[in-house]
């Protein structure tokens, strides 16, 4: 598993379709965290797994779902967040003064802010969807339909 | 966290206060099994009785928890109602990473709580919350109104007890998230006499990983090979139930208060059925991509204008076999019913439905009457069974209290000792032969867990007892290890010593992959000291004459054999708590 991405930028998004399978192993978080972000953690990931209304109901994801224009980037004073051609936002960390901002702004939760403040978002790489035990997740091309959060 | 010991957090409920204490010992007792011995050894009092308010109650993880896929289980040390010596109990969910991500290697629980209390924690709170309202409440109640006041869903742990903990059963468990448990030996009585109604741990830190590429690849080749092998088909298809049809073909499943070892009308619970009819869906504990837990669903109609409420119950091999075939039930949804009730109560169910199978033949050889049993035991009887889980868990009158001390106690009262089906506790599903037998009266957790006699025994029909005895000692020293990672153990055909050695390395744990025969002997032989140490006597453990009626695939059970093998195994047992700490390089 690479490290970096070396491809040109992801012409393709992540979508969660199939949520209704999910088992809440984490996989797709811990994967985020420990590919994309270099942390073993529940919470600093693209995507995040919570249990809707306990367990007995099944499981959530907490990830971006691709608004354009994205209130996170709109909110974010520094350019840390810009919006991204299909939706979502190109994160440029370095800009990034943790003022908390796009956490804020984003309507579905789907920006984690840790104690430092650093926000996390997903980026759309596609790294955690191969780590899913039951397909619940997809990469799908910015051209095609709108994502879907649920079809099942 | 990578670190070179342990980082214990001991809270006194007594003064609701906790502190953090780093224990030395990462490098020869790695964690989870080891941990909790160390910790036992350093925090409790073996002299004084389980309920003693000095007496700990200990969770632990281990070095690779939430680092490696399947590594999702925490161990829980305790001194157990049970026999009053120490015990270990095994449970999955989300406590494993909860704990890791809290920043700790163990918790430690000492004292009593003046009022019923909920004890949360995460890495960076403690409080000590009084819940006095929920006493009394059943497992179900208990943890919809704690998840209710807590915050991190799915990113926290939820351990409760139900009204058995509360009132000292030795069969209570802790119930772990809902659908998982530390099931048995009594933890949940442990909690009970502590005054603490639930342990909620928020798994809220972060920590940065040192190196990742080549970590992140062994991390990737394991979680391949757990998923896309089928090598854990039989996990995640038609789960442990699948044994039901298994061991009933093979004569080695308990029926009916073990009378027989198979019956044709298995057919109306194989894993195969449960999954036609009754499967809902699959969950995991937090950290395994396998999904192992099998959710089927239960329905009561409670008007007759067709007004339904519906639940879902968690089933594997051994809730059927000790709700289903054990009682004679043999509707699957019947056996759900009567799991839910286990549920509720917080009770172990294989302790639970063993006990009821004893009662129900007890009562039909006029033992007992029904003055005792308060409702009409009877083999099939599955809504009586409901009724009489409830008597069990809530200690109805006293025979139920006593029945829930232990079959075997019960039996020492009434009579009846002859058909109690307990192998140093009540029997797990597995009438294979002298060889489980003996391994399930002697060991440490009295779990069919603690090494693979009851595999042994499907593989073998010779009667040779030095071959025997030496594979339980040395498969028990494996799986010890494993257990101190903490592996599931469903995940052991994958984690090979070689495999787990890189795992170690990847992550910077390399003196434990150097030692890793050293460190399982020592964390063996500490268990047994452990054990030994509180007042365990192999040669006090009396096998019933009902498992020596049994007949499996091999014939008539050879009650020499079984004998020697239990004197024999108990004195090797003895060497091992004698022998020396190894030293590690």
Not at chain 1, 33 to 48: E, F, M, N
Not at chain 2, 252 to 267: F, G, H, Y
Not at chain 2, 415 to 430: H, I, K, N, R, T
Request: proline share 4%; aromatic share 8%.
């Amino acid at each position: 598993m690479a490290t970096k991405t070396k491809k040109k930028p992801s012409k393709k998004n992540l979508t969660t379709p199939r949520m209704e399978r999910c088992i809440g192993c984490h996989s797709c978080s811990l994967a985020c965290a420990r590919i994309v972000h270099k942390r073993l953690s529940w919470d600093t990931a693209g995507i995040r797994i919570l249990s809707s209304g306990g367990l007995s109901t099944g499981f959530e994801a907490r990830t971006c779902l691709l608004c354009d224009p994205a209130p996170c980037a709109e909110a974010c004073p520094t350019g840390a967040y810009v919006q991204r051609k299909g939706g979502g936002v190109i994160v440029k960390k370095k800009l990034c003064i943790r003022c908390g901002d796009c956490a804020e702004a984003c309507p579905v939760d789907a920006i984690y802010l840790d104690h430092t403040d650093e926000p996390f978002v997903c980026i759309h790489c596609g790294r955690c969807v191969p780590f899913c035990p039951h397909d619940c997740l997809e990469m799908v091309k910015v051209s095609a339909e709108p994502a879907m959060v649920s079809v099942e | 966290m990578i670190r070179d010991h342990f980082r214990v957090l001991i809270v006194d409920l007594s003064s609701g206060r906790g502190h953090i204490e780093e224990v030395d010992g990462r490098n020869t007792e790695a964690g989870g099994s080891g941990l909790g011995a160390l910790l036992y050894e350093k925090y409790g009092h073996a002299e004084q009785p389980w309920n003693h308010p000095d007496q700990p109650l200990i969770l632990a993880i281990g070095p690779l928890t939430g680092y490696f896929p399947l590594m999702s289980k925490t161990v829980c040390a305790f001194k157990s109602p049970y026999h009053d010596q120490y015990a270990e109990s095994h449970a999955g969910g989300r406590s494993a990473l909860a704990l890791r991500f809290a920043d700790l290697d163990a918790l430690v629980v000492t004292g009593v709580a003046r009022n019923p209390s909920c004890l949360s924690f995460g890495s960076k709170h403690l409080d000590l919350v009084d819940v006095a309202y929920m006493w009394g409440t059943d497992v179900q109640a208990s943890g919809k109104l704690l998840r209710q006041m807590s915050g991190g869903s799915g990113h926290r742990s939820i351990l409760r007890i139900g009204p058995a903990g509360e009132t000292g059963s030795a069969m209570a468990c802790i119930n772990v998230d809902t659908y998982r448990h530390f099931g048995r030996l009594g933890s949940g009585a442990v909690m009970g006499s502590k005054n603490l109604k639930a342990i909620v741990i928020q798994g809220d830190g972060v920590f940065p990983l040192k190196e990742t590429t080549k970590y992140s690849k062994l991390f990737s080749e394991v979680h391949k090979k757990l998923t896309a092998t089928d090598m854990m088909m039989k996990y995640h298809s038609l789960g442990t139930a699948s044994n039901l049809e298994s061991l009933n073909t093979m004569q080695s499943l308990p029926w009916r208060n073990l009378k027989q070892t198979t019956d044709p009308a298995i057919e109306g619970i194989t894993g195969q059925k449960f999954a036609d009819d009754t499967l809902l869906r699959s969950m995991a504990c937090s950290g395994c991509p396998v999904g192992c837990i099998h959710m089927g669903f239960v329905r009561e109609k409670f008007r007759k204008e067709n007004r339904y409420v519906y639940r879902q119950v968690s089933y594997d091999y051994e809730p059927i076999f000790a709700t289903g075939s054990m009682l004679g039930v043999t509707d699957a949804f019947a056996v759900l019913n009567i799991m839910d009730v286990v549920e509720k109560v917080g009770l172990d169910v294989m302790s639970a439905g063993v006990a009821l199978a004893w009662a129900t033949e007890a009562l039909e050889k006029g033992i007992i009457s029904e003055e005792e049993t308060l409702v009409a035991l009877r083999f099939g009887e599955a809504k009586t069974y409901e009724e009489a889980v409830r008597h069990l868990g809530t200690g109805a009158n006293d025979f139920y209290r006593l029945l829930s001390q232990g079959t075997l106690k019960a039996a020492g009262h009434y009579g009846g000792s002859d058909f109690a089906c307990v192998l140093g506790q009540e029997m797990g599903g597995y009438a294979t032969g002298e060889v489980y037998f003996a391994a399930q009266s002697l060991g440490l957790r009295h779990s069919h867990l603690d090494s693979g006699g009851y595999s042994y025994d499907q593989k073998h029909d010779d009667k040779d007892v030095d071959k025997a005895v030496d594979f339980l000692v040395s498969d028990e020293q494996g799986r010890v290890f494993l257990t101190s990672m903490v592996a599931c153990l469903f995940a052991r055909g994958v984690y090979t010593d070689e495999l787990l050695a890189d795992c170690l390395r990847a992550v910077g744990y390399h003196p434990l992959a150097d030692n890793m025969e050293a460190v399982s002997q020592n964390i063996q032989r500490l268990r047994w000291k452990t054990r030994f140490a509180t007042g365990f006597d192999p040669q006090g453990v009396k096998i019933p004459k009902r498992f020596t009626e049994v007949t499996t695939w091999k014939g008539p059970i050879d009650q020499v054999f079984l004998e020697t093998l239990k004197r024999e195994y108990g004195k090797r047992l003895v060497e091992l708590a004698k022998e020396e700490k190894v030293a590690s390089e």
